[in-house]
């Protein structure tokens, strides 16, 4: 265990459709990051947070926002959700930028 | 072009062999660095080592070992004595310093499996 938790477990959504992923990083970390895992894309950088603020971004499409909140848990929001998001969506916490990465057990979404 | 290339889709070993993994990463930043993380069948990513660009030496750790060689832009790493348990997929990972943050890459990673 990771100390790292992610809700839901599972998703499923149609089409057009907006969801909410949320993430509590391991205590003590002030840095969070999102990453999606699809079979075609491989595993893809989305965004990066440190103490509330965000720090760089990725691959992260203008469908998708990201916000790290006081207690520092994170959400990511996904909009006009299309088939390509199904995915596994990763959420992953350090002690600070570019150390090693603590990840949690993923979000499965399902876009029907 | 990719920024870190894992060569190797899928490796099978038969339990006791040793196996590499490779990793050839591309940056033009003088700082930055190098992971290895391992992906079980259960899901969840697991990190195994950092690495910064200052740090050459080679690091072992138990059946564990890489060795960052800059001169090649490589990161191998090597199982000694491959175990079931290390059947999983492995992703090398490279970060890059930003202004404020930093950007990270993975491989499209190795799957090992290690046959009983």
């Known amino acids: 265990d990771s100390g790292v938790t992610q809700t839901p477990k599972h998703l499923i959504t149609a089409t057009g459709q907006r969801v909410t992923l949320r993430c509590s990083p391991r205590?003590?970390?002030?840095?969070v990051y999102w990453y999606q895992q699809s079979l075609d894309q491989g595993l893809q950088f989305l965004i990066q947070?440190?103490?509330?603020?965000?720090?760089a971004k990725g691959n992260i499409l203008e469908r998708f926002s990201a916000q790290q909140f006081p207690d520092l848990h994170s959400e990511l929001n996904l909009s006009s959700l299309e088939l390509g998001d199904s995915a596994l969506y990763f959420c992953?916490?350090?002690?600070?930028?570019?150390?090693?990465?603590?990840f949690g057990p993923g979000t499965r979404l399902t876009v029907t | 072009a990719q920024k870190v290339t894992q060569a190797q889709t899928e490796i099978s070993v038969v339990e006791k062999e040793d196996v590499t993994l490779d990793c050839v990463y591309e940056t033009r930043d003088t700082t930055y660095y190098l992971f290895w993380y391992k992906q079980p069948p259960s899901g969840e990513l697991v990190f195994l080592i950092r690495r910064n660009s200052f740090d050459e030496q080679n690091e072992i750790s138990g059946r564990y070992s890489w060795n960052f060689q800059k001169s090649t832009s490589s990161f191998n790493f090597t199982i000694t004595a491959s175990q079931v348990v290390d059947s999983a997929v492995y992703f090398c990972a490279l970060s890059e310093a930003l202004l404020t943050g930093n950007q990270f890459y993975f491989g499209t990673g190795t799957s090992l499996t290690v046959i009983p």
């Open positions: 205590s003590g970390d002030l840095s």
């Open positions: 947070y440190y103490n509330g603020e965000e720090r």
């Open positions: 992953a916490s350090s002690p600070d930028v570019a150390y090693e990465q603590y």
